[in-house]
Nanobody, 111 residues
Framework: QVQLVESGGGLVQAGGSLRLSCAAS????????MSWYRQAAGKQRELVAT???SRSTNYEGRFTISRDNAKNTVDLQMNSLKPEDTGVYYC?????????WGQGTQVTVSS
């Protein structure tokens, strides 16, 4: 069982930055991949960034995913935020055939 706890969300003005963090209850080196998703109200959850042991992929150019193996955390640095970035951001981990989710953290970007 993997538990994921997100933190760092909040209210920010457009153009600002936020850094989200996801703390895992296991050694993240044991995980196949970790990702950040976001879900705006009334919309489907969408993939924002993914990181594995060997590479990272940022699907939103203003965001950067990173990992700290010593702390067992995966962060998402979000810059130049826009109102359309508003939503709940979820941390996801894949371990073998299993998929784990955090409870989410709210990000609200005001115009």
């Amino acid at each position: 069982q993997v538990q994921l706890v997100e933190s760092g969300g909040g209210l920010v003005q457009a153009g600002g930055s936020l850094r989200l963090s996801c703390a895992a209850s296991v050694t993240i080196a044991s995980l196949n991949a970790m990702s950040w998703y976001r879900q705006a109200a009334g919309k489907q959850r969408e993939l924002v960034a993914t990181i594995t042991k060997s590479r990272s992929t940022n699907y939103e150019g203003r965001f950067t995913i990173s990992r700290d193996n010593a702390k067992n955390t995966v962060d998402l640095q979000m810059n130049s935020l826009k109102p359309e970035d508003t939503g709940v951001y979820y941390c996801n981990a894949i371990q073998g055939p299993l998929n784990y989710w955090g409870q989410g953290t709210q990000v609200t970007v005001s115009s």
